[in-house]
C-alpha cells in the first residue's frame, strides 16, 4: 500500500433508501479521505446520515451513486459475498450494545472472526488468548458475557473487532451504553490502540468522546458540515 | 477441521439451551423413525419365522388338495368337494419319476380317551411314509408300518401335545391303550413337537392311525377311498416343479378333465406357500412404511417450524456473525447442521427405542426381532435427509437478512 494512499475514500457518495413510500436521501454526495493511522469521529445529529455511512464505510450496505475506495480498491459495486469477506479481513465493528453471543464465552467470542477467515488460521486460539491479552481480559476468557460488566463486555467485543488484524476499526457509539468513567476507560483502551497505528473512525453524538479523536467531521442532512482537525 | 467442530458444537449449544423444545421437535422424528426400525426388523424376524414353518411342514414337498364346491357363486375352501382318492395317490406314487415318497390322509376330529382323561383332537388316517415325507422325527416308539396299514391294526402315534394333555410330563406311554370312538389303540410311538402352521394350527395336537383303520372303524363307511389330501416329496429340491408338472398332468387324466377345463384339485409347493406368505408381509410392509413416511413427513415440517422460529429469535446473533463476516453460505449451513443435529438426534433416539420395542414385540409374538445393520444405517442417513430437506428453507431465510436490519433487530 502506497504510503499517500487513504485508508478510505468517498467520491460523490450518495445513499437513498426507500420507505413509508418516499424515498429517503441519506447521504447526498460525500467526499472525504481518511488516511492510514488517523483517529476520526463522525458527529452530527440522529439523521444526518452519520449512521448510513458507518454502515457503507463498513461494507455492511452499497452505495446507490458515487465511489467507494477501500486501500485503494473500488468496492462501490462487489458482490455480497466479497463484502462479507472484506469485512472479515480488513473491518473491525465495536458496536453501542457490545452485540457478543450471550451462549458463548468471552475467548470464543473472540475467536468468531477467525471462523469465517479464509484461508483458515491455524494458531486460532493463541490469536484470541492474544487479542483478549491485548486488552487486558485474559483472566476472563472462559466468563459466558453475562458474567462480565459492560466495560469488560466492551473490551471483549474490541479484542474481537482487533483478531483478525483489520485495516480500520469502525466502532458505534462505543461509550454509549456505559458509564462515564468505564466510558472513559474504554476510550482510553482505543486511544492506545490508535497510538499503535490503528485507524479508528467513530461514531458519535457525544461531543466529549468527539473530543478525544485527531479529526472531527460534522454531517447534516447528508452532507459534510465541517471537517476539522485538532 | 476446527470449523466444522465449531459448527457442530455451537449447534448441539444452540440445541441444549431449549432442551424441552428440541425434545418435542425431535418427537416426530423419533417416533418416524422407530417405527421403521420397528417395521423392518419385526418384518424381517415376522417373515423369517413364516418361511421357517413352511419350510418345516417337510421336505421337497407337495400338497395336493381336492377341489372346491361352487354352489350358487359361492366358493368353498379348499378340500370341500371331495375328489382325491387313494387311488390317485398311489398313481402318482407309481407314474411319476421326479416323486420319491407319497402319503395320503382323511381327517376327522374325535375324541381320544386314556384312563379317566378324554381330548379332543383332529386323528388322522393315514400311511407309513406320512412322517417321512413330514420330515417329522419320533420323540420314543415307532411310526406306522407299512404291514399294520395293509392290516388294518389297531395302533395309534400321537402328536406331542396330545401326550402333554392325556399324560403325566415324560410319562411313557409307547405300549398303553387309547380309545378312539370306543376301540381301543395301542401306542406305537409320540411324534416330535413340531408347532403351528403358517395358518395358526398346532400340528401337534393330532394322532396317527392306518388309512385303512380310519376307513373301517372310525369314518364309518363315509368316503370310502376318497382322501382329503395327498403329500408328495420330490426327488430332489431341483425335481420339485417338475414333480409338480407330472402329479397335475396325471391326475388331469385319471380326474379327466377336458383340455382347458378348470381343475378339481390344486397343487402347491411350499415355495408357493412361502411366495404367498411373502406377498402378506410385503403389503404389511408397504403399509407401515407410509404410516412411516408420514410421520418423518410430520416430524420434518415440525423441525421446519422450529428452525424459522429459531431464525427469527436469532435474528440479531445472525446480523453480528455478518458483521464479522460470515457469508451467506456460513449462516447456511449453520442453519442446515443445527436441523441436521435436531433430526439425527431424534433418527438415533428413534433408533434406539425403536430396537427396544422389536425385541419387545418380538419376544410377545415369539419369533425373533431381525435388526440388520443396513437398517439402522437407512434410519440415520433418512432423518439427515430430512433434517436437510426441511432445514433448508429457514437456513435460506437466515442466509438472506440483511445485516444491518438484523443487527437492529431486538
Known sequence: ?230 | MHIWWTIVRLAVRALMAYKVRSLLTMLGIIIGIGSVIVMISVGRGANASIQDQIHSLGANMLMIFSGTVKSGGVQSGYGTKPTLTIGDAEAIARDCPAVLRVSHATIQPEQIVAGKKNWGARVYGTTDTYAVVRDWPLRSGEFLNEQQVRSAANVVVLGSAVHENLFEPGEEVVGQTIRIKNAPFRIIGVLQPKGRTPSGQDQDDAVFIPHTTMERKIAGGRLPGLVHFILVSAQTGELVAQAKREAEELLRQRHRIAPGAEDDFTVRTLDEFADMAGKTTDIMTYLLTAVAAISLLVGGIGIMNIMLVSVTERTREIGIRMALGAREGDVLIQFLVEAMVISIAGGIIGTLLGITAAKVIAQLAGWMAIISLDSILMATIFSAMVGIFFGFYPARKAAGLDPIQALRHE
Not at chain 1, 467513530?202 to 479523536?213: C, F, K, M, S, Y
Open chain 1, 1 to 230: 500500500m502506497a504510503k499517500d494512499l487513504p485508508v478510505i475514500r468517498f467520491r460523490g457518495a450518495c445513499k437513498s433508501y426507500p420507505m413509508a413510500g418516499e424515498t429517503v436521501q441519506a447521504l447526498r454526495g460525500v467526499d472525504v479521505d481518511i488516511h492510514a493511522g488517523e483517529f476520526v469521529a463522525i458527529m452530527g445529529p440522529s439523521g444526518s446520515g452519520k449512521s448510513t455511512l458507518m454502515h457503507i464505510a463498513g461494507l455492511l450496505d452499497s452505495l446507490s451513486g458515487g465511489r467507494y475506495e477501500l486501500e485503494g480498491e473500488d468496492v462501490s459495486a462487489i458482490s455480497r459475498r466479497n463484502r462479507a469477506d472484506i469485512r472479515n479481513r480488513k473491518i473491525g465493528f465495536i458496536f453501542q450494545s457490545f452485540n457478543l453471543l450471550s451462549r458463548c464465552s468471552a475467548v470464543e467470542n473472540v475467536e468468531l472472526p477467525m471462523l469465517y477467515h479464509r484461508p483458515a488460521i491455524a494458531d486460532w486460539r493463541e490469536r484470541a488468548m492474544q487479542a483478549l491479552r491485548s486488552v487486558g481480559m485474559e483472566s476472563r476468557a472462559a466468563h459466558l458475557p453475562t458474567q462480565l460488566s459492560g466495560g469488560q463486555q466492551q473490551r471483549v467485543a474490541i479484542a474481537r473487532a482487533l483478531v483478525n488484524r483489520p485495516a480500520l476499526i469502525l466502532a458505534d457509539e462505543p461509550t454509549g451504553n456505559l458509564d462515564s468513567r468505564t466510558g472513559r476507560e474504554i476510550m482510553e483502551l482505543l486511544e492506545s490502540l490508535n497510538t499503535e497505528g490503528i485507524t479508528l473512525i467513530l461514531v458519535t453524538h457525544d461531543p466529549e468522546v468527539g473530543q478525544a479523536a485527531h479529526r472531527r467531521i460534522r454531517l447534516r442532512d447528508g452532507m459534510i458540515e465541517a471537517d476539522e482537525v485538532n
